[in-house]
């Protein structure tokens, strides 16, 4: 069976063995890898492709190697081109899977960093909404402490008054419990003097003095028991 062949330009074979106008000729180049490899090769893949062609070339003509880029130019207007043996296709076939396994995980990270970035945009609001709520809350907390110290600083200053109004009390029971000690009477502030201690007395001996309504003049017993 015959192999397969393809016409190119020299201008790209040049392009892709000394890197001759590569620019001006990237999608011919592109398209003699494809050829050459048996698949479609995409921009990220064209570094790979063009070394393993490269390498399978110079192996078949080694005169290539050793030749400059004008000289290569100079071989003629157009090269036939043979694909890659099945051999070297099937490693160029496990490389490009192994490659498109690796690009494919790359893409599957990048939609994962996306997403966490995504996440931490949210979070990041979440966040600041938070910080916002916790500085209110606390601004309130402040100020229902203050309060609460005002209340208990009110509680304090009445409670000492009581106090006070207590301890004056107990005084002046305490007065009065050594005027019963001292003198038998209890002293009470009404403005006008205390009475004397035998003035109590009095009113009873002068009582005991008034004749009573019926004309009996002695309290004595007489002599006949009658008291007339």
């Known amino acids: 069976m ?26 011919t180049v592109k398209e003699l890898l494809s050829f050459m490899t048996g698949r479609e090769i995409c921009d990220c893949g064209v ?53 498109e396994g690796m690009m494919k995980a790359k893409d599957e990270l990048t939609t994962k960093v996306s997403a966490l970035e995504v996440s931490l945009t949210e979070a990041s609001a979440k966040l600041d909404e938070t910080a916002k ?9 402040e100020a229902f402490e203050a309060a609460a110290k005002g209340e208990g600083e009110k509680v304090l200053v009445t409670s000492q008054a009581k106090v006070e109004e207590y301890i004056g009390k107990v005084d002046e ?36 003095a008034v004749p009573d309504s019926f004309g009996f003049g002695s309290s004595a017993p007489s002599s006949d028991g009658f008291g007339f």
């Open 47 to 99: 570094p790979v492709a063009s070394a393993l062609c490269r390498a399978y070339i110079y192996e078949q003509h080694p005169e290539l190697a050793r030749m400059k880029g004008g000289e290569v130019v100079a071989m003629g207007d157009n090269v036939s081109v043979t694909q890659l043996p099945p051999l070297a296709k099937n490693e160029v076939d496990a490389l490009f899977a192994r490659m």
């Open 2 to 27: 015959s192999e397969a062949r393809k016409i190119f330009p020299m201008a790209a074979f040049a392009a892709l063995l000394k890197g001759v106008e590569q620019e001006a000729q990237a999608a």
């Open 133 to 141: 709520s916790m500085a209110f809350y606390k601004g309130k907390a």
């Open 173 to 208: 029971l305490l007065k009065m419990i050594e005027d019963v000690k001292k003198h038998g009477v209890v002293t009470v502030a009404t403005g006008g003097a205390a009475p004397a201690a035998g003035a109590a007395a009095a009113p009873a001996a002068e009582e005991a």
